[in-house]
């Protein structure tokens, strides 16, 4: 196959020939044609049109640039391989074709000028051969004789070279004794020796470039992989974006239908209220207005005997119409409003935070250079590391905000209840209580015997907490937590010194610093989360599809609520969703060997005190197949179960701890008394290889209890339990990996 790169000139892309088009060679090595180099020379400068590369000149660039001889050879052996026939002679001007061809001249000849050749004394001993003939030779034959173009040394062929610094030139023998003799400080060298020298050096410094070479082409084979492969992501993530904003717009269109369909009932109810009012109107106005008609007739068209015969009749009536307790609706009593919840800005926030897209590039290896030789390093090559993805939720923060509280309701205009004082910051407080609300089923409590599986009236919940969105003036002002959360180790001393006063408080040291010991197993140095010495704080949440219907978990997995907000929740699975257990799992199993320590914030607001042996909370361990099985897992041989509930004994709420229906221990906790608020954080130790789980309160500084000989050849998870809505409202708060700042020191020989 032809190389029209080699035999094609770079500006005009027409083939060189032995007319206009001699080839000749730029610094770059690029091939242009003497026609081209004409019109392309600027001043003493050209520039290549293949690279654009600078040859500086002095004068005439034909004769200064070198011609191109390898080309040369090159077209007529290609010349002779396509058609030999339409070779045309070179010396005929009528451009006959050529049936010769000489060696010694290197010309193709006609048969006349064949014959004149042979004929000529000078030209007669040269190698004629046919056309024909040159086909089935090799490159080698079309190689020109090189002979000296000097005058007097015509026919002499070059055998010599001048070595010397400014000449560098091949030489004849007649140039080595006349021109460059040695005697004048020329420096003769046999041709064929300096031939080999030059080769060598060229051909050393061809493998230089190519080893150099080599791995840039490797380096460019792997973008070219990488922006194929990210072409391929860009359609991926394209799909996969239009896969979460489809969802999102789902989502919009549901609460969007949803609204608009309580708008349409409530308008509904309401056209029906006035409809009703507007039929009694009427028949009270055709009423009076009858009445009204009789006893103007009456009055004008009868004696007074006749009236008086008919006034009782007309008396009687009037009067009933009269006492008709007839109520004119005001404008207020028909109006309805729409409550947006959240402002244009934070919508826009929150949308502006779904999703992230980032990159990250291995960086394309480098070929370095010293002295002008690859480094001992060789370039290694392979796929690039490139990596791009999309979060879909913004990255938490160990600092919360709190949510809001509740859905975006559509309510009629009406006077707004009471509210109830929030401005107490200690753990135990007495708070302005409002009525409690009407219980529609009886409370949650702790069960001594193997009962029927508990039934109660459901109500429909929904997990509609979203951080960050602004809260409604009716929720504002009916929330169970509306209220400021102010923790500082003095409030919580002073709080706790109120509840036992025989318990000093301890301040925290200083925490334990990060460090991964070489004992620890490997599979644990894998997990997501923070290392404290051997202890890991895994990374989970709340797995919010487990969710009981009537709790309430944030979007986030972070905050549950006992909260009952008689709505069906959209977020969660039949498949998935507790039955039976009055709250939800973590997505954490506890199994490998090792020490796990996770914390959780409770906080409890008592709006009715608790009687017989209601329940408030529950922190446990479980296996996954058994927590439905009950309102709460205390019952379960493969479980383990702290839940604070109204202790019977002295009535006041206490820990207790349980393990198969059997209760353990007890440590009190407050009083049972209506508008008391507790807070406190547990902290929760885990030691699967010593089979313990520990129990602490990390505001005091104290462990509760530990629970020793725990099975854990089958995973356990953590469960959260919460009671009795009615009664008192719980907001359990899970802090895990990065969120735990520290890993308190008094733990450290649990």
């Known amino acids: 196959m032809e190389n029209t790169a080699f035999t094609n000139c770079v500006q005009c892309h027409n083939e060189f020939d032995e007319s206009r088009r001699h080839p000749h060679v730029l610094s770059c090595l690029h091939i242009c044609c003497s026609s081209c180099l004409e019109r392309i020379v600027s001043g003493k400068q050209i520039f290549c049109p293949e690279c654009h590369s600078q040859t500086e000149i002095s004068n005439d660039p034909c004769k200064e640039l070198p011609l191109d001889t390898a080309c040369r050879n090159y077209l007529d052996f290609v010349r002779i391989q396509r058609k030999p ?61 090189d002979t000296c173009n000097k005058p007097g040394h015509e026919e002499q062929v070059f055998t010599f070279y001048c070595d010397r610094r400014g000449c560098d030139i091949p030489i004849c023998t007649l140039c080595a004794v006349c021109d460059h003799n040695q005697t004048n400080g020329h420096l003769i060298r046999n041709l064929s020796d300096v031939y080999e020298d030059s080769k060598t050096v060229v051909q050393s410094v061809i493998r230089e470039i190519n080893a150099r070479g080599m791995p840039m082409s490797e380096a460019v084979d792997q973008l070219e992989r990488v922006v194929d492969e990210l072409a391929a992501t860009e359609t991926d993530m394209s799909q996969e974006i239009d896969a979460i904003f489809d969802k999102y717009q789902k989502i919009l269109n549901e609460r969007r239908y949803q609204l608009q369909l309580e708008v349409q009932n409530h308008c509904q109810v309401k056209k029906r209220d006035l409809q009703e009012k507007v039929k009694t109107l009427k028949s009270y106005t055709t009423d009076v207005k009858t009445a009204t008609d009789f006893t103007n007739r009456v009055l004008l068209y009868t004696t007074a005997t ?181 923790r500082t180790v003095q409030a919580n001393r002073e709080s706790f010194q109120q509840l036992s006063p025989d318990r000093p408080f301890q301040p925290v040291t200083s925490p334990i610093s990060p460090k991964t010991p070489t004992s620890m197993p490997p599979e644990l140095k894998s997990l997501p989360g923070v290392i404290y010495g051997d202890v890991v704080c895994p990374e989970f949440t709340f797995d919010v599809l487990t969710i009981h219907n009537e709790r309430e978990v944030s979007l ?30 973590g997505n954490f199993a506890f199994k490998d060997h090792g020490k796990y320590y996770y914390e959780v914030d409770v906080s409890f607001t008592i709006y009715q005190p608790l009687e017989q042996t209601w329940l408030v909370y529950e922190l446990g ?130």
């Open 85 to 145: 026939s339409e070779i045309q002679c070179t010396d005929c001007p009528d451009q006959s074709s050529a049936s010769s061809f000489c060696k010694e001249c290197f010309n193709f000849m006609c048969p006349e000028c064949t014959a004149a050749h042979r004929r000529t004394a000078i030209t007669r001993k040269h190698m004629v051969v046919p056309v024909s003939e040159l086909k089935e030779s090799g490159l080698n034959e079309f190689h020109r004789k």
């Open 306 to 486: 006749e009236f008086l015969n008919m006034k009782h009749v007309i008396l009687r009536r009037i009067l009933e119409l009269k006492n008709v307790n007839v109520s004119i609706p005001a404008k207020d009593d028909v109006t309805l409003r729409f409550l947006r919840g959240v402002s244009d800005d934070s919508f826009v926030q929150l949308i502006n935070g779904i999703g992230n897209v980032s990159s990250r590039e291995s960086p394309v290896p480098q070929s370095v250079l010293q002295n002008g030789h690859p480094n001992s390093s060789p370039m290694k090559s392979g796929r690039s590391d490139y990596v791009s993805s999309i979060n879909q939720e913004s990255a938490r923060s160990p600092t919360r905000t709190p949510p809001s509280e509740g859905p975006i309701n559509i309510i009629p205009t009406s006077p707004q209840p009471a509210t109830r004082s929030n401005d107490s910051t200690g753990v135990s407080r007495q708070l302005s209580v409002p009525p409690p609300p009407t219980m529609n089923r009886e409370p949650v409590q702790r069960q001594t015997s193997l009962p029927a599986p508990l039934e109660e009236k459901k109500t429909m919940s929904t997990i509609a907490m979203m951080n960050g969105l602004p809260k409604t003036p009716v929720e504002e002002k009916t929330s169970f937590f509306n209220k400021a959360k102010k």
């Open 556 to 585: 986030d997995g972070k905050i549950l609520r006992n909260r009952k907000t008689g709505k069906p929740s959209s977020s969660v699975t039949a498949e998935k969703q507790f039955q039976n257990y009055k709250g939800i799992v």
């Open 621 to 750: 361990i479980c296996r996954k197949d058994i927590i439905d099985a009950h309102h709460t897992v205390e019952r379960h041989e493969h479980a383990r179960s702290c839940y604070v509930a109204r202790y019977p004994e002295d009535g006041k709420l206490a820990h207790e701890f349980w393990h198969n229906r059997d209760l353990l221990t007890y440590v009190p906790l407050s009083d049972n008394a209506a508008g008391i608020t507790v807070e406190l954080t547990y902290g929760l130790l885990v030691d699967t290889r010593r089979r313990k789980w520990t129990i602490a309160d990390v505001t005091r500084q104290k462990k509760l209890h530990t629970f020793t000989g725990i099975d854990f050849t089958e995973a356990l998870y953590p469960v959260f339990g919460t009671y009795n809505p009615d009664l008192v409202s719980v907001e359990m708060t899970l802090r895990t990996g990065s969120e735990i700042s520290a890993f308190p020191p008094f733990l450290k020989g649990f």
